[in-house]
């Protein structure tokens, strides 16, 4: 059963457009053919993903009884718009760039055309579709890219609120370049590898041991309590595993781990890396590393976990480049620096080009039937994108194949399959080795769209009504106005 799943603005937009009094010449506004892009403004680059959910929520708009009461008896009077969403099978067009395509800040990545009252209640689905799939797998990608071809773990299941969006987090961040997952319905769901060992508790466990300590027949002393909770999860973990040092401190816990290990030669074995959660991650894993080597322990895997964000894990490689790996919690879904903040803005009606042009020039809108140009040179390596029309051809400097990339996704209830994750995946990582400089890749507009982009904008602003004649406008109110910016500030 669908949701009431639209601002409130959508159903008054939606039941104003049914009425008599808001015809256009020629028709209802209601039925005139309304095209809407899709894009986000906020992260450089991101995987382009959430087409699945974007099906979900197309699929899922049946409304139960309860849901189109509370419409029709809202104040303002919505009956045309419940009846509209009574029976509504949504018939409306969808393009979209195919799953998992790398896209860049305020390049349209989808778009959707049929009857404006309908299909401009349809904004919030597209926006919930991929913001957070785009956010999540961005994110992952930049912690790819400064970890090199190091390990990386999802840990934030415990950040994520609930399983659900737990699981997306997993699915999109192991899309990103992720390896696996502490989370084990994710792992069970999506068929991907899970990741953990222990926890702090364990060696806190075994506290009654600092009270009525074991005796170490090598020295003939007591044992640290820490030294038998490492001894025993060894012996738990006979195949291999990997200790936690920083229960009471990392240096302790570094020769407790030592002392557990040399104690039989199956600890040794099972004794396959050990795991920094806090400090100085850098300083604590050399000091770690070289007290291990220097007892015969070698090969370790140093994994760094703790807060960590891609500008600290870039310097760790950096600085450190024995780590082996990462695991990434907070950082990855609960506080990430931007979301991809994905916009959904009317690009023509009844054929028409039209846009808004903002006093906030990033707010500014595209007009048309966009497409998505992207060149790649004769070895198959990117060197550019440029955001047209629809009907324009694109060349692009230095481009041997010039690529389309908003393509038909959904028409009629009918949609493009998507790709399993492990596909997408292989997809993401390969494009990422096309971009020679992801940071720097040129985006540029076509002539045809500024053209049409600035010549739009002046007409809009062009006023002739003799306004006036009958409105007065003091001084000071007449000085600002006059200031204003006559025209939509280049982004591009």
């Known amino acids: 059963m669908g949701t009431l799943n639209f601002d409130r603005y959508h159903a008054t937009m939606g039941s104003a457009a049914y009425k008599d009094a808001t015809r256009l010449r020629a028709k209802p506004l209601s039925e005139a053919e309304a095209t809407f892009y899709v894009t986000q403004r906020k992260l450089p680059f991101a995987p382009c993903l959430g087409h699945e959910r974007l099906v979900r929520l197309l699929v899922d708009s049946h409304l139960d009884r309860p849901r189109l009461r509370f419409i029709a008896q809202d104040r303002g009077g919505l009956e045309l718009f419940a009846r509209a969403v009574e029976d509504m099978h949504f018939v409306g067009r969808v393009r979209a760039v195919p799953p998992g395509t790398i896209v860049f800040a305020n390049e349209p990545f989808a778009d959707i055309t049929g009857p404006f009252a309908l299909t401009q209640a349809q904004e919030i689905k597209f926006e919930h579709a991929f913001d957070l799939p785009m956010t999540i797998a961005s994110t992952a990608m930049r912690f790819r890219m400064a970890a090199g071809d190091r390990w990386l773990s999802d840990f934030s299941l415990r950040r994520n609120g609930d399983i659900e969006r737990a699981v997306e987090v997993a699915a999109y961040a192991y899309i990103g370049g992720f390896n696996d997952t502490s989370n084990m319905e994710a792992a069970y769901r999506l ?32 044992k640290h309590f820490e030294q038998v909770a490492f001894e025993r999860w060894l012996d738990a973990n006979p195949q291999g595993t990997v200790l936690l040092l920083d229960t009471i401190n990392v240096y302790m816990g570094a020769v407790h781990a030592v002392m557990a290990a040399t104690s039989s030669e199956a600890r040794r074995r099972a004794f396959r890396g050990f795991r920094i959660d806090s400090g100085d991650h850098v300083r604590l894993a050399k000091w770690c590393l070289r007290l291990f080597e220097a007892n015969g322990l070698h090969g370790l895997m140093p994994i760094l976990t703790g807060d960590l964000d891609v500008e600290r894990v870039r310097e760790i490689v950096r600085e450190f480049p024995e780590a082996a790996g990462f695991g990434i919690g907070t950082k990855l879904s609960a506080e990430v620096p931007r979301v991809a903040g994905v916009i959904f803005k009317q690009c023509a009606i009844e054929g028409r080009p039209t846009l808004k042009a903002s006093n906030t020039p990033e707010k500014s809108t595209l007009p048309g039937k966009l497409q998505l140009f992207r060149g790649a040179d004769a070895q198959g390596n990117y060197v550019g994108d440029v955001i047209g029309l629809e009907d324009e051809e694109v060349e692009i400097p230095g481009a041997a194949r010039v690529e389309r990339l908003l393509r038909p996704f959904w028409e009629s209830g009918r949609y493009e399959p998507i790709p399993s994750i492990t596909k997408l995946k292989a997809f993401v990582e390969e494009q990422r080795h096309r971009f020679r400089d992801i940071e720097r890749y040129p985006v540029t507009l076509s002539e045809r769209l500024r053209l049409l982009r600035d010549e739009l904008t002046a007409a809009m602003l062009r006023d002739e009504s003799g306004w006036q004649q009958i409105l007065k406008l003091p001084p000071e109110l007449a000085e600002e106005m006059a200031h204003a910016n006559d025209n939509a500030d280049d982004l591009w």
């Open 191 to 222: 068929d991907i590898p899970a990741v953990g060992t222990e926890a702090h508790y364990w060696q806190q466990s075994y506290i009654e041991y600092l009270y009525e300590p074991e005796v170490d027949p090598r020295t003939g002393r007591p």
